[in-house]
């Protein structure tokens, strides 16, 4: 049966393939990025999140099936955690009423295995407080110190750590809406391809994230995965941080999830 989907991050990488993928399925696919899609907005501010909310509930009619949260990006900035956290937890709370309009609501948002690497615990703190103000004066403290990198994987974390604790209360699970996370190891988009291309830094990434099933991924290998998350044969997967990253999370952590 055909659903009506919304995805951020639309215009390249994972949201575009979960875009192609879904619209070849036959599902109507409201685009969101900053630029090349149905919807226009800048999820690292307040306006753009305002923004997306409005022109969505105008397209969909005022119904989603679904929501995809791929929108994201990697730069040693605070405008990191504005983007990947604050930006994923207003679209998928403002987008959330018409969700809850369609007979089986699915959202899924997209972290990442770096979520498990080390973070700043001020950082992620200040997030899962929701005090985005904070969390970007804990990012800038990050930056000032020499220390940008954690950013982004502290801003997956957080991420990860919001489904966990948001997906089994009243206004999702006890409403229908399976909410979820899927934790890509390293996929080969725009953004990372540069670090690949280069011998040296693709050797710490390969250190950071290995991946001994069939190392790195492309975006249509993810798109599979939030496709059937999102779909209504998903009737009881919710709170989940599902890894799909070719074995990184397994030999990074090992049996320590038990």
């Not at 991420?159 to 009243?170: D, K, L, Q």
């Not at 989940?240 to 070719?246: H, K, M, N, R, S």
Request: glycine residues 10%; proline residues 5%.
């Amino acid at each position: 049966m055909a659903r009506t989907y919304l995805v951020t991050g639309a215009a390249s990488g994972i949201g575009r393939a979960a875009v192609a993928r879904l619209r070849d399925r036959g599902h109507t696919v409201i685009g969101a990025d900053l630029e090349g899609a149905d919807i226009t907005a800048d999820l690292a501010t307040a306006e753009g999140r305002t923004a997306l909310v409005a022109r969505a509930t105008e397209l969909s009619g005022g119904r989603l099936d679904a929501v995809v949260a791929c929108a994201g990006i990697a730069a040693f900035d605070p405008l990191t955690i504005r983007v990947n956290h604050f930006g994923a937890v207003a679209t998928l709370e403002g987008l959330r009423p018409l969700l809850a309009a369609s007979a089986a609501p699915r959202a899924v948002v997209v972290s990442s295995v770096a979520s498990i690497h080390p973070a700043d615990e001020a950082l992620v703190a200040a997030a899962l407080s929701g005090d985005e103000d904070a969390a970007v004066t804990a990012a800038q403290a990050a930056v000032d110190r020499g220390e940008g990198r954690v950013i982004y994987g502290s801003s997956k974390q957080s991420v990860a750590r919001w489904v966990r604790r948001t997906a089994a209360t009243e206004d999702w699970a006890a409403a229908g809406i399976a909410l979820n996370a899927v934790a890509p190891g390293t996929v080969v988009t725009p953004m990372t391809r540069p670090m690949i291309d280069d011998p040296q830094t693709r050797a710490v990434v390969d250190g950071a994230v290995p991946m001994p099933l069939n190392g790195h991924a492309a975006p249509e290998q993810v798109a599979p995965l939030l496709e059937w998350l999102t779909s209504a044969e998903n009737t009881h997967v919710t709170g989940q941080v599902v890894f799909v990253d070719g074995g990184a999370d397994a030999v990074l952590r090992g049996d320590r999830t038990w």
